[in-house]
């Protein structure tokens, strides 16, 4: 289900040095996906050459009932649920591919668990995407 992606710079971007600095000034879960996407369309609002946007999402796998085991997969999920979870994922792919450029996963994901959780990550992280093309065309200001 994950497959290497090239980086999202394209080949003639390689030969720049490019510093982002972004900084979190209040934050209630979801800043590390909120900087990838500010990132990335600061790069793009910049006309800076790029193979596609990077649009990223978070799951966490909260506790249930049940105990670690049986909880629920929440996409996007707030700073509380985030640390009372059992197991966390950020996820950060080229919408127009497909193809993830960032896996990040904490916490203990069965196989089943990280199948639904990728999913559900992507499936966010590419409603994103299509928000971030539509914002860059002026559609969404």
């Known amino acids: 289900m994950l497959s290497h992606a090239p980086p999202p710079l394209s080949p003639s971007s390689l030969q720049s040095l490019l510093t982002l600095a972004i900084h979190v000034l209040d934050g209630d879960g979801g800043e590390a996906g909120a900087a990838v996407m500010a990132g990335s369309l600061a790069l793009a609002d910049a006309g800076v050459p790029t193979r596609d946007l990077v649009a990223a999402a978070g799951v966490a796998r909260v506790v249930g009932p049940g105990g670690a ?62 928000a971030m093309r539509a914002a860059l065309r002026g559609g969404e200001r």
Do not use: C, K, N, Y
């Not at 649920?81 to 996820?91: K, S, V, W, Y």
């Not at 950060?92 to 559900?120: H, K, N, Y």
């Open 69 to 130: 085991s049986s909880g629920a997969l929440v996409l996007d999920p707030t700073a509380a649920e985030g640390a009372g979870a059992a197991a966390g994922a950020l996820i950060a792919l080229m919408p127009a591919t497909d193809r993830v450029t960032q896996a990040v996963f904490t916490g203990g994901w069965g196989p089943d668990a990280v199948e639904g959780g990728v999913g559900l990550a992507s499936a966010g992280a590419a409603g994103l995407g299509e």
